[in-house]
Each structure stands twice: as structure tokens, then as C-alpha cells.
């Protein structure tokens, strides 16, 4: 994967984590390793590397996030 497409997959996980933080209530300390990181995706002129580590670190987040938040059944 190229950095530009890294870049874009990161921009689209804020945006994803964003949602969640909106519509469900989350624990608050879920991104406290990507915040630390400090590699937004609007740091372009950050390594790759950067990058893939702050996007692993935020995927865990939202995956943590998802885990925390109750399933709502479907309705039949």
C-alpha cells in the first residue's frame, strides 16, 4: 500500500471513530495510545511507517470501542 492510500484509510478511521464516539457512549481512555502517538492524518510529512503504527493503534481503539458498546437486538 502506498503512503497517499495509508493516509486515506487513516483519515477514513477518525472518521469511523468519530461516528461511534457520536452514536454510542464509549469508554474515554479507547485512543489514549493514538493520541499519545501523535500522527494524525493530516501529518503528511510523517514516515509511512508513522502512519501504519497510529492506524494500528487506532483501529485497536475502535475495536475496543466497539467491544464496550452494548448490542442492540434487531428488531423482527
Not at 501529518?43 to 448490542?71: C, F, N, R, W
Request: charged share 20%.
Amino acid at each position: 500500500m502506498r503512503k497517499q492510500e495509508l493516509i486515506h484509510l487513516h483519515m477514513l478511521a477518525v472518521e469511523i471513530h468519530g461516528f461511534i464516539s457520536e452514536s454510542e457512549t464509549i469508554p474515554t481512555n479507547t485512543l489514549e495510545e493514538y493520541d499519545q502517538n501523535g500522527v494524525p492524518p493530516t501529518a503528511v510529512h510523517y514516515s509511512k511507517t508513522a502512519h501504519k503504527e497510529s492506524l494500528q493503534l487506532l483501529l485497536d481503539g475502535i475495536l475496543e470501542s466497539i467491544d464496550h458498546t452494548p448490542m442492540q437486538e434487531a428488531t423482527r
